[in-house]
């Protein structure tokens, strides 16, 4: 059987797909993310990028446990009566693993971080649509650029926020980019260094609750390390010293707990201080708002259920979205060799590819100018010759 050939138009189309498949690579976002953040299940936990401060932490609560289930429950089973001991037990193992949740909760959502844009904000476009603090236009020598910050009022007070030049954005109010996670993130409110993440407006009520819970924890062991010293010296008829030698375990706990109990106290009482009165740690040791009016206090009430009883808000940024990205693009190459490539370089390697294809255009017409001559003079010579 004879077959037609293909049409030209047909095999151009077929390499252009190719071409394109060839050039182009379907990923999610997540996998060429700018920030220093590290994920894990396919983008759906967010950590930091210091993520081993979080199994420092679960060591330091898990081995304490560890040691109070294993040596000072004994003596608590045998001398409470009615199995009493074995719920003492249960209670602390079940505030472990709920505080291990929580920790992982902190740790591993996303706490609230915006998304960067594309190509930076048009001068002009931005002192257009708001008001800003300073001048848009500069001196009058020298070139258009964006102020540093500008003017947002929140609850009739003006509120100044600067731009980022990382993500090239104006930042929200009480937004903050932090140096460690190289992200802006909403109502930031410190880089925790003990679980290794960004505490932000999505991940804050988890953060307190794991505190705080750390703290109830730690006081319920201290005490009944005690009550275990005291139920040996009334067994063996000794002082306190021969009863810490009998269960050197309780000692050991008492002393840990006494110290974690003090500074996971101290941070719980700050905290609900700031949750009191709507601040952030941030906003508390740069602003300083006793001294003046803060903006974003709407009462001790208010403040409570704004941190505790509202919806959590929902990520800004689809890390598993997919995005289509050239393999030549200047995003992707910037992404992949981390930031290394600054905008004004990739502006410069675009305006030096301008160029060059604008010097092809002129050499392919200068060509054909010149072939033309040539044509026209070889055609008069052999008119003459005729």
């Not at 299940?41 to 679960?58: E, S």
């Not at 890390?319 to 930031?339: E, I, P």
């Amino acid at each position: 059987m004879y077959s037609p050939p293909l049409s030209s138009t047909t095999n151009r189309s077929d390499s252009k797909e190719r071409i394109n498949n060839t050039n182009s690579s379907q990923l999610r976002l997540y996998q060429i993310w700018q920030g220093r953040n590290r994920f894990y299940l396919g983008g759906r936990l967010v950590f930091g990028p210091d993520i081993r401060a979080m199994f420092l932490t679960l060591f330091l609560i898990l081995v304490p446990v560890a040691l109070f289930c294993t040596f000072v429950s004994r003596g608590l089973v045998n001398a409470f009566p009615h199995r009493f001991g074995y719920i003492i037990v249960a209670i602390s193992l079940v505030f472990s693993v709920f505080i291990v949740v929580l920790l992982l909760l902190t740790s591993g959502t996303d706490p609230g971080i915006v998304p960067r844009n594309a190509h930076p904000l048009d001068a002009d476009d931005e002192c257009e649509t708001s008001s800003i603090s300073t001048s848009c236009l500069g001196s009058q020598t020298g070139p258009v650029s964006l102020p540093p910050m500008k003017n947002v009022t929140v609850n009739g007070i003006v509120v100044k926020v600067k731009y980022c030049k990382t993500c090239m954005l104006y930042r929200p109010p009480r937004c903050s980019h932090c140096s460690i996670c190289d992200n802006c993130i909403e109502r930031f409110d410190h880089h925790c260094p003990w679980v290794g993440q960004c505490i932000g407006k999505r991940n804050y009520r988890y953060f307190f609750m794991f505190v705080s819970s750390t703290n109830l924890l730690s006081l319920y062991v201290f005490a009944f390390c005690w009550v275990n010293i005291k139920k040996v010296m009334e067994a063996h008829d000794c002082n306190i010293w021969s009863a810490f030698l009998k269960s050197p375990a309780s000692g050991i706990l008492i002393m840990y707990t006494f110290v974690v109990s003090w500074f996971l106290g101290g941070l719980t009482a700050f905290h609900l201080y700031l949750i009191i009165t709507n601040q952030t740690t941030y906003e508390n040791y740069r602003y300083r708002y006793e001294r003046k009016m803060n903006p974003f206090n709407l009462g001790c009430a208010r403040n409570f259920k704004e941190i505790f009883f509202t919806s959590m808000p929902s990520s800004r940024v689809n890390f598993r979205a997919h995005v289509k990205v050239d393999r030549f693009s200047s995003f992707n190459t910037s992404s992949y060799l981390g930031g290394a490539t600054t905008n004004s370089d990739m502006q410069k390697m675009n305006n030096f590819d301008v160029e060059v294809g604008r010097r092809q255009v002129v050499d392919a017409d200068e060509c054909k100018d010149i072939d033309n001559r040539i044509k026209s003079v070889g055609g008069g010579v052999e008119r003459c010759e005729s």
